[in-house]
């Protein structure tokens, strides 16, 4: 069963930093994108970027660029988005999904399926 | 970067009865267009891909149509579980964007 588990609940203070991890189950992990999204509570989805985990290369919402990184461990099957400086408006629930449709299959070019349960990080001083 | 927009926002509808959501896109997204369920505390479970391909294990009475800039979802009779917020996303161009949600709520 093609699955992602994300990390737990993560309290932050304005000005640190949250690293989420997304652990892939029931695919070979190299063989589809990661995007990560984000929703603000009682707001919609925002995306925030991609990486490709078979070399790493990544692409990142513009508004958060200098803020994100993206990476990967392929010996665990886990991808990894950490978000730096961070702001009371970063409060949110983060979700990791994979592209619907393999790299080689559809690059560029996919849904997203399926989703992780997603991380609740909160930012409070 | 591409604007989707959902209409309505807020959709109130009795159990058995047809439901129709719309999405526009401020460009044309081909048929690189999806629609996510989302109900609360849960993460959006995808329905439709392709403007009209249903997802694995998704109901037939969820439908979708369209192409380049308009776009709806059918319900064709609402389940007590259909009461949800839907999302359109277009994933042709970058970055991905998603509308800001159709809510459907018990009539």
């Known amino acids: 069963q093609v699955q992602l588990v994300q990390s737990g609940a993560e309290v932050k203070k304005p000005g640190a930093s949250v690293k989420v991890s997304c652990k892939a189950f029931g695919y070979t992990l190299t063989d589809y994108y990661v995007h990560w999204v984000r929703q603000a509570p009682g707001q919609g989805l925002e995306w925030m970027g991609i990486i490709n985990p078979s070399g790493g290369g990544t692409s990142y919402a513009q508004r958060l660029q200098d803020r994100v990184t993206m990476t990967r461990d392929t010996s665990t099957s886990t991808v990894y988005m950490e978000l730096s400086s961070l702001r009371s408006e970063d409060t949110a629930v983060y979700y990791c999904?994979?592209?619907?449709?393999?790299?080689?299959?559809?690059?560029?070019?996919?849904?997203?399926?399926?989703w992780g349960q997603g991380t609740l990080v909160t930012v409070s001083s | 970067e591409i604007v989707m927009t959902q209409s309505p926002a807020t959709l109130s509808v009795s159990p058995g009865e047809r439901a129709t959501l719309s999405c526009r896109a401020s460009q044309s997204v081909s048929s690189n267009l999806a629609w996510y369920q989302q109900k609360p505390g849960q993460a959006p479970r995808l329905l439709i891909y392709g403007a009209s391909t249903t997802a694995t294990g998704i109901p037939a009475r969820f439908s979708g149509s369209g192409s380049g800039t308009e776009f709806t979802l059918t319900i064709s009779s609402l389940q007590s579980e259909d009461f949800a917020v839907y999302y359109c996303q277009q994933y042709n161009n970058w970055p991905r964007t998603f509308g800001q949600g159709t809510k459907v709520e018990i009539k």
């Open positions: 999904a994979r592209d619907g449709c393999s790299s080689t299959s559809c690059p560029g070019k996919a849904w997203f399926d399926p």
